[in-house]
């Protein structure tokens, strides 16, 4: 539907990024991309329009993520992932700020509070790749994910690093 590649093969760029992020002793960034009160918007509009409201974001997130190691995919439902390896925190919060806003100015017409599509994005970061931490690392894009839901949608949140102990948020 999307043209973007699905959860399995998402899975499979998520491993091979984190077996070569381990060996380079580079980092690797996640980013989880959510459409903003999706459910409502096929609700009122349809499935169809759903769909293409899918297509559009897809394209758009796709756009942003420009590096030819970069990998944007469609994760589930209204939810898409970005790997980006080997991005600092600054160049992984550009991508995430230029997806929210290349999503928005699309100006995409919706019944959610805005009147136009967006989207709310989690971010999160390893620096020290370890066996386990290709989960570790989704728990924390999707934990950071539910902060901009929470703080009224259409935004970016980080956690840097990973790492519990020095674990920080922005946004």
């Not at 999707?142 to 970016?156: E, H, I, Q, S, T």
Request: glycine fraction near 8%; aromatic fraction near 4%.
């Amino acid at each position: 539907l999307t043209g973007l590649p699905n959860r399995r093969q998402f899975d499979e760029a998520l491993r091979r990024e984190l077996t070569r992020a381990r060996r380079s002793g580079h980092g690797l960034a996640l980013l989880m991309v959510d459409i903003d009160h999706f459910k409502l918007l096929n609700d009122t509009l349809g499935h169809q329009a759903g769909d293409a409201r899918l297509q559009d974001v897809a394209e758009a997130l796709r756009a942003c993520a420009a590096r030819a190691t970069d990998v944007v995919a469609r994760y589930g439902g209204e939810e898409f992932a970005a790997i980006l390896p080997g991005a600092s925190p600054t160049e992984a919060l550009a991508v995430a700020e230029a997806m929210r806003t290349g999503v928005e100015n699309l100006a995409l017409a919706s019944p959610a509070p805005a009147g136009r599509v967006t989207v709310s994005i989690g971010a999160a970061r390893l620096t020290e790749i370890e066996s386990d931490t290709g989960q570790r690392l989704m728990e924390r894009a999707d934990a950071a994910l539910y902060d901009p839901k929470r703080a009224g949608r259409n935004r970016v949140t980080a956690a840097w690093p990973v790492d519990e102990s020095s674990r920080s948020a922005l946004g």
